[in-house]
């Protein structure tokens, strides 16, 4: 089968509603759509950002899971508590291997949880004490942290205990910043919330520390934001920028640190990766700083060198110079692994279904090896982010948000991609169901995938996943002959 | 009410409510004098809000209260 045209594209869509209930049916139906490139805005076709439906089985995450597992989880020298139930902290300690350089336990502790691990009776009588308890503990057990965090699980907003005194009293007493982040998990609809709650607190108690203390800097300072280094991410993408001339202050939040949230007030330009969970603090930054703010995006070599210009064209003809050096040394080194790899994956068909920015910005690198995009989506994306991925996307590609997990089962079904590219939560389904995976949240345990670097990577990485000779094994002999009614059955 | 943030685009203004996201272009602005700005806005999208009218913010971009009158939101 190839690329669907409209009508099958809504069809395809039509016939998946099919099985919902009506309510959810008329629910589901705002959050699917066919692409469309003359549209102007998302938002008359496609709802994003909303409830999910009750029992449709959504691969969202809450509130803390964006403030601890992506925003502030990544800063490494920051101690992260997550405050309630040890559930919580257990089970998002560590999983996106945000890459740091430091020594875990004495002055990094990204692999570290820490929690307060609540028991009925804090429930019962507040668990305020245990806190302050804890921030003592953290402190004389790793005294090389240089801030604390408390992020909240639900029933800190539920009891209703006041994480912010605790920390201001507490602060005093040790001479740490210690940041109450009000990311309970029943707020907001997904993890998007607790990317913004993160936000404003660095903007309400991180960011303006060295307000007037700040020396001027150089006239090429500049920051990363919303780039987690997962894999390495954003060391792949800092030395591009510092070949070119740039000097890059502060990384957000990957391999980052207290000192350089800062230290950001003095950058000239704001870098942001990742728009949808960083995007907040780069529009305050703006107004309080006076920083412009600049999107890049650093997946494969078309879409750099795009960049790459895009971020020089702010600076003097020194940065614009040292942009076209960086483009050049790198382009015959693309060149090859383009012909190497191009070949071997030209035409085929990628789905990705993933967080806020990578359904957009992975599909020039797709491209630039001749893969085609026949469907995205988001879990968690805001209709600015629509708004953005239409224009990326081919006419007549299937976008869906918040998709469930049979909406995606039943796609992939139907548009038979060659790869799909998801998370963890969709991976082993597929694997079950015979079709290539990458998971592209944290990128399989591979990385980095960003810059040149990690283009090389990434092309290595796809072409390994869609031309394993395991998926032509994938059938017993024996069940062959009865492959068109078993496919059907399955 | 709720809080909005007026930046300059390449066309003219643009108007940001971080609570809804909506990022569209301000297409008419009753008052936009340095003595006296704000006053009823016309988005792109066909929304209309109201700031109170006030002198001229001396940078942009800048934050400020507005009501919804009419509009999608």
């Not at chain 1, 001339?245 to 640190?257: E, K, P, R, Y």
């Given at each position: 089968m190839g690329l669907l045209n409209r009508e099958e594209a809504e069809a395809l869509i039509q016939e998946v509603l099919e099985v919902y209930p009506e309510k959810a049916k008329k629910d589901r139906a705002k959050h699917l759509m066919v692409n469309d490139k003359?549209?102007?805005?998302a938002k008359k076709c496609i709802t994003s950002n909303r409830k999910s439906v009750p029992g449709?089985?959504?691969?969202r995450g809450c509130a803390y899971a964006g403030a601890k597992?992506?925003?502030?989880?990544?800063?490494?020298d920051i101690i992260d508590i997550s405050h309630g139930p040890i559930g919580c902290g257990q089970y998002s300690r560590?999983?996106?291997?945000n890459y740091y350089s430091g020594i875990a336990g004495v002055d990094s502790f990204c692999d570290l949880m820490f929690s307060s691990d609540f028991q009925e009776k804090d429930i019962v009588f507040g668990g305020d004490k245990k806190l302050a308890k804890l921030i003592d503990e953290v402190e004389s057990l790793f005294?090389?942290?240089?801030a604390i965090s408390v992020q909240s699980e639900c029933p800190i907003g539920l009891i209703g205990d006041d994480i912010e005194a605790v920390s201001k009293k507490k602060a005093a007493e040790i001479g740490k910043t210690i940041v109450p982040v009000?990311?309970?998990?029943?707020?907001?609809?997904?993890?998007s919330l607790g990317h913004h709650i993160s936000n404003d607190a660095i903007r309400d108690w991180?960011?303006?520390?060295r307000d007037g203390k700040l020396d001027a800097g150089t006239p090429y300072d500049v920051a990363i934001l919303?780039?987690?280094?997962?894999?390495?991410d954003a060391w792949a993408s800092r030395i591009l920028l510092e070949e070119m001339?740039?000097?890059?202050?502060?990384?957000?939040?990957?391999?980052?640190?207290i000192a350089e949230i800062e230290n950001?007030?003095?950058?000239k330009l704001n870098l942001l990766h990742c728009y949808r969970s960083m995007n907040y603090i780069a529009r305050h930054m703006e107004e309080k700083y006076g920083i412009p703010w600049l999107e890049y995006n650093f997946f494969g070599p078309t879409k750099i060198a795009e960049s790459l210009r895009e971020i020089a064209s702010h600076f003097d003809d020194k940065i614009k110079e040292g942009a076209e050096r960086v483009i050049a040394k790198y382009q015959p080194a693309m060149d090859a692994i383009i012909a190497k790899y191009k070949p071997r994956l030209q035409g085929k068909k990628v789905m990705l279904y993933v967080g806020g920015l990578r359904p957009r910005h992975t599909v020039g690198a797709y491209e630039d090896l001749g893969m085609e995009v026949v469907g995205a989506g988001y879990e968690f994306a805001h209709n600015d982010d629509y708004d953005r991925t239409i224009k990326e996307l081919k006419d007549a590609t299937l976008i869906y948000d918040d998709a469930t997990g049979y909406e995606l089962e039943e796609f992939v079904r139907q548009v038979k991609p060659d790869l799909v590219g998801s998370g963890i939560k969709e991976k082993y389904a597929f694997h079950k169901m015979g079709v290539p995976f990458r998971q592209m949240h944290s990128w399989d345990y591979s990385?980095?995938?960003?810059g040149y670097d990690g283009f090389a990577v990434f092309a290595r990485d796809m072409d390994m996943t869609v031309n394993n000779p395991c998926w032509s094994m994938f059938k017993a002999p024996w069940q062959k002959p009865a492959e068109e009614p078993e496919a059907k059955a399955a | 009410m709720a809080n909005i943030m007026i930046r300059k685009g390449d066309k003219g203004y643009v108007f940001y409510m971080p609570k809804r996201d909506i990022e569209d272009s301000?297409?008419?602005?009753e008052f936009d004098t340095p003595e006296k700005w704000g006053g009823e806005i016309k988005l792109g999208n066909g929304g209309i809000y109201f700031i109170e009218?006030?002198?001229?913010?001396?940078?942009?971009p800048y934050s400020v209260r507005a009501k919804r009158i009419d509009g999608v939101e």
């Open positions: 003359k549209l102007e805005s449709v089985m959504t691969q597992g992506g925003v502030w989880g990544p800063f490494k560590g999983g996106r291997r005294p090389l942290s240089k009000r990311c309970e998990g029943f707020r907001g609809v997904s993890q991180v960011i303006s520390n919303g780039d987690y280094n997962i894999g390495g001339g740039l000097n890059v202050v502060a990384q957000w939040s990957g391999d980052g640190t950001t007030p003095k950058a990385g980095p995938y960003h | 301000i297409v008419a602005m009218p006030q002198a001229a913010p001396a940078r942009l």
